[in-house]
C-alpha cells in the first residue's frame, strides 16, 4: 500500500520560513519525479516545484522562485520544500507528489497558512 505522509505545514507571519516534507512508502517502483502542488479554495491545484531525480534538474512555478527550494532524498524516498519569505499569496493545502514511469501518488495534503 502507497502512503505520502507530509509535515511541515502550519500557521506562520509573512517573511517567515517553513519547510515542508513528505516520506513515501509502498511505491513499487523507481521515482522519475518529486513534486509540490497547491491549491487554495476556489482555485485549480497548481505546481509549486519539482524535481526530476535523474539529473537533479528543478522547475518552479514563477510566484516562488528564489523563495522556495525543493530537494529530495531519493534512497529515503523523502522531497522536501523549503519556503522562505512566505506571504499571504502562498496560503494554500500543500500536496506532495511522487511519479514512478506511469504512474502518480498524492499525499493528504497539509494546510500553511500565512497571516498577520
Known amino acids: 500500500q502507497v502512503q505520502l505522509v507530509e509535515s511541515g505545514g502550519g500557521l506562520v507571519q509573512p517573511g517567515d520560513s517553513l519547510r515542508l516534507s513528505c516520506v513515501a512508502s509502498?511505491?513499487?517502483?523507481?521515482?522519475?519525479?518529486m513534486g509540490w502542488y497547491r491549491q487554495a479554495p476556489g482555485n485549480k491545484r497548481e505546481l509549486v516545484a519539482r524535481l526530476i531525480i535523474n539529473g537533479g534538474r528543478t522547475n518552479y512555478a514563477d510566484s516562488v522562485k528564489g523563495r522556495f527550494t525543493i530537494s529530495g532524498d531519493n534512497a529515503k524516498s523523502t522531497v522536501y520544500l523549503q519556503m522562505n519569505s512566505l506571504k499571504p499569496d502562498d496560503t494554500s493545502v500543500y500536496y506532495c507528489n511522487f511519479q514512478p514511469l506511469g504512474k502518480d501518488y498524492w499525499g493528504q495534503g497539509i494546510q500553511v497558512t500565512v497571516s498577520s
Open positions: 509502498g511505491i513499487p517502483s523507481r521515482i522519475v519525479v
